[in-house]
């Protein structure tokens, strides 16, 4: 089982931070964190994820990079 971490921008809309839950759990991973922090001024979440699971994380990164709610998702190190 491989682990990895996430930071990605999302917008600040009903719903965003859920489909990013569900996504993340329908792909095959567990969450070990998770950490959003809305910045109002600019009307946005920076979130950082923990990810556990023995999928491709390739599989996750597409799936998440496909949402509207996503602004930006970059792969980060420890």
């Known amino acids: 089982m491989s682990e990895f971490n996430l930071k990605l921008v999302a917008n600040n809309a009903p719903g965003s931070l859920e489909q990013i839950l569900e ?3 329908s792909q095959g991973f567990n969450i070990t964190r998770f950490d959003a922090e ?3 001024e600019r ?3 920076e979130v ?3 990810l556990q699971g023995s999928q491709p994380k390739e599989s996750l990164i597409l799936a998440l990079a496909g949402s509207s709610s996503i602004r930006e998702l970059m792969p980060c190190r420890r």
């Open 23 to 25: 996504s993340t759990v």
């Open 38 to 40: 809305l910045k109002g």
């Open 43 to 45: 009307d946005q979440y």
């Open 48 to 50: 950082t994820l923990r």
